[in-house]
């Protein structure tokens, strides 16, 4: 909503939505920390396959990634309030629009590992389709993704060990848990 607001504003200089996408991004900020809070503590709680962990953690990443960028675009759009112009510049837009579309990114990651893993629900397959169509589109996803991770240091601890959750297979050829 931040960016809608804000590129409107930038569009047609109506003052209400330079407030709005100050205020909507603060509000994303504080519901992003709360969101990140949910989801360690149903990971925590909730009885999860070894490959619907692996699936998790992922998502855990990219909403770390995507708080951080949270953070940084707050403490940049508050900057730019504090300027007498109060312009949001094109450099802001466009971090802004990237942010917007890693949200919409992580918000569909996070449904198809509802919807294929059964991650938070009781049981998989409770979906729109078969839950093995998600399944493998879900793996393919994350098997792009694993090679950007493994050149950051992947999973692994100090000593070479895995993360606890289990079977970290990038397979496509998954099975309902």
Request: no cysteine; hydrophobic share 45%.
């Amino acid at each position: 909503m931040s960016f809608l607001a804000d590129l409107a504003f930038k569009i047609t200089n109506r003052d209400s939505l330079r407030h709005v996408g100050l205020w909507s991004m603060v509000g994303a900020l504080a519901g992003g920390i709360l969101a990140i809070a949910a989801g360690y503590w149903d990971m925590n709680h909730a009885t999860l396959s070894g490959q619907t962990h692996g699936y998790v953690d992922l998502h855990l990443k990219i909403g770390w990634g995507l708080a951080v960028f949270l953070v940084a675009l707050t403490v940049w759009r508050w900057r730019i309030r504090q300027q007498a112009r109060e312009r949001v510049t094109r450099p802001y837009l466009a971090s802004a629009l990237l942010v917007f579309m890693l949200t919409m990114f992580q918000g569909w990651f996070g449904g198809e590992m509802v919807y294929s893993q059964g991650a938070g629900v009781a049981a998989a397959g409770q979906g729109t389709e078969p839950a093995e169509k998600a399944q493998e589109r879900l793996a393919r996803v994350r098997s792009l993704l694993s090679p950007a991770e493994n050149a950051v240091g992947g999973t692994h601890h100090q000593d070479g060990a895995e993360h606890g959750h289990g079977d970290n297979n990038t397979s496509t050829n998954v099975t309902t848990p």
